[in-house]
């Protein structure tokens, strides 16, 4: 017979901590099912809940506990001896920062000097408890083991947002696995193209300084982007890299050349003369580099211009609401959005796509993800790293054991 | 007789958008009520529920919407015709960026071209309608006029996390009003020690390097500071700037003096020579700064010792465990936390702290408040901004019009 | 009779510490000769120079010893006993973490244990030397006192780089004085003003967000802001505040309304259905604001469009290349410019600027400022910082006692 | 016969470019001579020198220009005809943002409206000339070819600190090529170890949260890391990816784990109760790594504690100054450091080496390096980049082929 738990939520319509509750259990894939529910019709009204957990699953016990609820036909917590000083039994209560009680001899007790990562002492003569390190623990102490016998009573602002206490709940951070991510990212391409979506790559020019631009040149040819949008910038560099070797001047060491600051300049005057772009490569002049890759494959390219551009090169949009509308004719169909190390760019495509398309946002600068964020692309996926690591990496993953391949169209 | 609307929510237990509809109404104060609640036992089951709106609340409607409810009893959109080509009736729709239907002549029709920021013009002919940037509309258009008639499919996800579409969500960001958050924090000081309970400053040699530390000074003065905690280095360069005018060797002016990387390490000599900090204000060495007021204050004040210090100065706790026991015991009663540009010691005191404690965190940094809420801290608030125009406003906003006041203990 | 002091400098005549030496002495203010000075042809030719300096000016002499000078008749070291354990004579030789010899008995002995911001502890007997913590030096030690008798070898890169061993010396950073940074752009503004010259304000929205608009504005009514650069986002969240009263949907307090994503667009609106931002103006609807005394001022604005505007407003200039057309006549014997929280149109700008003009970026991002000046406009001073608590604070600084004043033009 | 050309410096002892002038020839590895040398012995004393270029060296000669130099036996600027409009005759002289004049006819004429990436169109029959953008040269303007006749007049202070106009001159940024910059670092330690020097790495807990334990597992396995320091998190959350799959509660693929933010305290706890890190892999409880590397291999270990430890696990030096020394004897012999993501460990490992050790600080947060430098590190190469990908590319760089290595001892 399967083991079952139960979970008792208090409180007003307004304030109770089931909706975390069952929103924390979604997320554990927790079989559960909810025996009562009885909500006000005002918010101030009384509500309560009980919830039923299927199975001795830990984790959701103590996710309820942490939401708030109160594991009916409650035991006593259960007490482990210390064995060593120093070290608490195994599976010890770990603390959170909020009020906490203890059932001991049937008694509710709180537990004093709260504070997080604790395990809680119990003194049962005393009916006292409180939290401790574990460096402090001495040998004979009685610690709270698992997590019968607990109430946590976490404030209720806390409560909504997060379901529980937790590290790590930042959605942007500079802290993640990024080669989990890449994963996730290369992942997520390769399920667009299967379901016949188009992948759109937005472009800032350090993919070009940071190195990169090989990189993105091997995606185009090997068939994953269709769309590409960039500013006057990034192609100015790119070609700047491939008629003199540099980006801003300097070379792929990111050494500055003397009088390099002169060669964007050169490359943009090269293809004015030329008249466009693609007559410098039709003349051999650009002969790889990520607007030779995309000429050559023919996709659309925007390049929309802004007020910091030399120039301009032949082909930049130059006016910005022409631009915008070129885009969003090219957007059509786009159901990945790779936004690389241009915030400007991101958000103005941001500002163009329904929130069904999957949008990944990879830059150095959290701020970058957070203002996109707050310019209501919230579905966005950030990325906090550096394009120049990054996108060898994704190209690798991407495009491992293939040759030049058709593109969704 | 008041207006009343209606909305319905259906879903499944697991994922109907109810909760974040409960939490918009609860943030902005609407007065509602839940007319049914029908939850499943399952998280899979299906659920449905009904919020009744008192008063023609508008907000509230949209929010509603935009949580994934559908108006009962709805009629058709309302629809405005455009006076002036490029410019839209007032009060029009200005949609999100998720799928939209609006109702025409009783049925139901599919937004085009779905984007952020725009209105919906109404072909009612053909029933078609589509978005418009507000530049595009022309003379005669007609374009949907507030929320009636309108529904929003937001995604699940979305839903969940900010219970609608909006903008400026984050919490952690650079654009945030600072004068207004400098206001609320001095509030928070003053209602805290209103209610007896004690303030800690937590700061960190920045708030010397920026100037700031007469500020701090004034503040200890005044009696806002009851407890101090920081590094030998905070009260490095504080000694620094009283005996040899520099903080890590610059001026006031940010200036670096000739030989000035020497200062703060003469400045710790001398202290050692003297045989505490205190000693060297005895003797009139000091006579103003932030250890100097601690000083004469009488507050409790850890210095905790850290690898990279020099010195180190008579008084700081080299060893880490013993710095938070002294921690620990000089944070009894403690009811605000004051974190001034300091990750290290801002993330040691959250650990000791029970989430009552309310928890201000300032750094120029995003990321360090980041850090601080992924350790566990996530009631900390907090304050992007610089300490050096930060302190000297603070200071302003609590010491207005007072002299030395006896502090809570 | 005044002390002179001689130090030697040798080397190739490419890599010879002399240069930074002079650049050193330069910025102290120092009284020197060049005694001798002989530079070979060829870059490997030796070179050898000696500098004479007047009065006993230790600052300077220490700076020739970091700059790689050594002492011509040089003396022994002088030496120091320790009367206390754990602290140092007073005026100790401070090290530096670079290869160092001290002179004892008339030989140079080589420091063992190099680190910097330690002292130098003579075994006479033995003929050593090391390095030791203040904290490890014992009573009865001897350690090294003044800068006689010690040469210090400072690796070719560095001595030209920064003449000297020094902190602080990166030109961005967040730990700058910044009370002290403001009093001096507020002085520069004066004086340029006083010389007739204009003062150009290149705003971002932050400028808003953060709540410093009302700041702005009082700079504009004072008088002191001569021309107005910025984009829509920066003239459309000015207007929403004024109607709506929010930026990006939030109040002053910082908190979202519910709904107020909408009200930026439907400033928008409001202005292209007047006509022009004037118009809105001269009806009242605008009564205070940035734009507002823009408009009242009558002083020349240039608002340039980028790809990620809505609406835009009347008056924005949309095509990129027309803007910085305008932009530049506008400059017109423009002094000072003062870039606030924008870092594409800080760049824009500092593209059609002289180096002549003295150029300020306010940006809470120290890569912002990096940025500028790698981009050519290396003379920008950057004041790290928030444009929240740095506008508040330079308006007070720069509108004391006046009233309404008239500008240069 | 080679040509040369000759470049004359005038100003004062104080002031003159000659020194920025050597130093960029320096960078360009030029051939020239110094055929003149005339300094002053005070500062304001006049100053003169003439250098000459041998072969035509056009980078050099721009130098030298922009250094402030006059071309001696100078002639007329060349001038090039538009032959399309918007296009500039290829080398035309891209212009810097500093007052310039042009020799036309054998008078030097000022150029009008100075701005940088510009060309100077020339009108002979008024003796005028002015900058314009090259969308803006007409078909027949005459522009300025190359750099003879034409005079920049450089401040100062610029000329001084960075030798010349330019672009990406900033030491730390975000917009260097990541992939070159980490081929260097692999390139310096396998020098270093070849040259008998021990490589140290200092690792932050970032290290794992980013997902890179593997790779500095793997550099620890190859036998390229002689010394490991860390702290108690660096260990902790090693620990706890392998005894539960997380970090700081987060699984690989960053997402959190519900009750995961107990594992770093359960890790802890594991090895206390065990007595030992060594004890957990003795016991084949720990398997894989970077302590289990670190133990295999024997290398020296110092973690060292700080105030935000939770624990700590047994063998962390808890007292900052006995971590001071331990680290300081670990680094005998230490030819390299390698700095990962952790700003506090960085700058005390900084503290302890002499500016001999090659130094590179790995940090996605560019204040970290620029704090770095600040406190006397300034010989610290810094690479601004993801730590997550970063590690696994350097760890391919210095694995490739080979299995387990006896290392420098």
Redesign the interface.
Known sequence: MTRTSEFEFRGT???IG??AA???????GAD????E?R?????DDPAEAVVRLHGAD???E??MIEAGGRRLHDRDARLGRV??A???P?G?H?T????TEVRIGGRWIRVA?????TAIVVDAKHGAAECR???DVRRGDLVVVGDEGVRIH??A??T???G???????P???????????A?VAADIRAARAAGLKVCVVAGP?VV????SASLASLIRAGVVDVLFGGNALAAHDLERQLFGTS???G???A???????NH??A???A??AGSIAALVKRGRVKAGIMYEAIRAGIPVVL?????????LPGVV???????KK??VALEGVGVVLMLATL??S??VG??????VHTVCVD????SV??L???????AVGV???V???L??LAAALTAGRGRRPRAR
Chains 1, 2, 3, 4 share one sequence.
């Not at 909500?39 to 918010?43: D, E, L, T, Y």
């Not at 300084?209 to 990169?212: K, Q, R, S």
């Not at 500055?256 to 002169?262: E, I, S, T």
């Not at 929309?304 to 301009?312: F, L, Q, T, V």
Request: proline share 5%.
């Open positions: 319509t307004g304030d089931l909706p069952i929103e924390a259990l979604r997320r554990l559960w099912e909810l025996v529910s909500m006000g019709r005002r918010r830990a984790e959701a103590l996710a064995a060593r120093g070290a608490c195994r010890f770990s959170t920062n909020h009020p000097r709260q504070k997080m990562d390190t574990i460096g976490a404030p602002r806390e909504r947002r997060n529980h206490f937790s590290f790590m709940s930042s942007v951070s500079t802290e993640k696995p990024t080669q989990a991510l890449i996730r350090a300084h940071t190195g990169a801003l001047g300097s792929l060491d990111g500055p050349h003397a009088g390099g600051h002169r300049l050169y943009i005057n090269e004015r003369a929309a211009g802004s007020i910091r551009d030399d120039g301009p130059t006016d910005a609401i022409e631009a915008q885009m969003r400007l760019h958000v103005a500002n163009l796509l329904g929130s069904h150095i600068n959290p701020s957070t203002k964020s707050d310019r209501g692309t919230a579905h906090v790293t550096d120049g690591t990054f060898p990496q």
